[in-house]
């Protein structure tokens, strides 16, 4: 059973900092790029990062270019999202998500097919 869970959220101050976790099971991790997207309250799901298999190729949102960096372990079927510089507008909840492609799609969230539960992320001013 494919299966993704999320960890590491938190309340954190404005410029705080914050690393979160996405443990996977149930899919070949190594085969699949592997991304983060976040839905705060009244917004739509929106695209944070992204990498694809090989850790070579990333894709970012603008909003969090230069302050949050992902990474991936195959060894641990795990991704990582290390966010630096948190700001309010960081809110939201926090979700781990792969498309089953080697590369990154954008950031559409139809195209990517399975998620996980969620994490949340509150910093305050």
């Known amino acids: 059973q494919l299966r993704l869970v999320e960890s590491g959220g938190g309340l954190v101050q404005s410029g705080g900092s914050l690393r979160l976790s996405c443990a996977t099971s149930?899919?070949?991790?190594?085969?699949?790029?592997i991304g983060w997207f976040r839905q705060a309250p009244g917004k739509e799901r929106e695209g944070v990062a992204c990498?694809?298999?090989?850790?070579?190729?990333?894709l970012y949102a603008d909003s969090v270019k230069g302050r949050f960096t992902i990474s991936r372990d195959n060894s641990r079927n795990t991704v990582y999202l290390q966010m630096n510089n948190l700001e309010p507008e960081d809110t939201a909840i926090y979700y781990c998500?792969?498309?089953?492609?080697?590369?990154?799609?954008?950031?559409?969230?139809?195209?990517?097919?399975?998620w996980g539960q969620g994490t949340q992320v509150t910093v305050s001013s």
């Open positions: 998500a792969t498309p089953r492609t080697s590369s990154c799609p954008d950031f559409v969230p139809g195209r990517y097919y399975a």
């Open positions: 149930g899919f070949v991790f190594s085969a699949y790029s």
């Open positions: 990498m694809n298999t090989r850790s070579d190729s990333t």
